[in-house]
């Protein structure tokens, strides 16, 4: 329990890292908060700020969750925490203290977390999203899309035994906060008014 106690609050502040605002902010002079959906994330820095600044922002949230995972397998080396400190890295990054809990919608992170607990459902996320942003150009749908069925192919891959059973977790509950994250933009897919990648970002509501 100590260890939980230890890396998880840790992870969780790495997580609320907000590097989304911080790169608007050093390289445009935006805060991206103010622009499109609002969001902190790699989408939003994309239709505000540019595509290599958000290429930047991407691997830099992918690179929270790797970083917490690391750090975990190095001083505990226990798969619960493993899972703990990776999910933990989400939750900040979606409810990020340092900038009163409203950050982005955990698909880089997550991403970044299926890939060092699994780089086979890594993959699988990859090979799901890459090919439905290029043929939809819907971000939102390939995020959940990938989020769901690279957290699938880990919960699979533990279950069989070839991962430690403590992964489920993090794919059983890291794709669902990214579904509910997405619950606007899945409204919006239904409806037909969903932005597609390469649109400005407006100003926010």
Known sequence: MFDYLILVP?????????????AGKLAGNV????????????TNVQRTVGTPVAVVVLFLDMGKAVLA???ARIFFDSPGVDAAAALAVVVGHNWPVFIRFKGGKGIASGWGGLFVLSPIAGLVATLVGLPLIAFTRYVSLASISSAVLGS??????AALGHLPLAYIWFGAIGSVLVVARHRENIQRLLSGTERKLGQQAEAAL
């Open 31 to 42: 805060d991206i908060r103010e622009h499109g959906s609002g969001n902190i994330g790699m």
């Open 152 to 157: 699938l192919a880990l919960i699979i891959l």
């Open 10 to 22: 840790i992870a969780y502040l790495l997580g609320s890292v907000p590097f989304g605002l911080i």
């Open 69 to 71: 995972v690391v750090v």
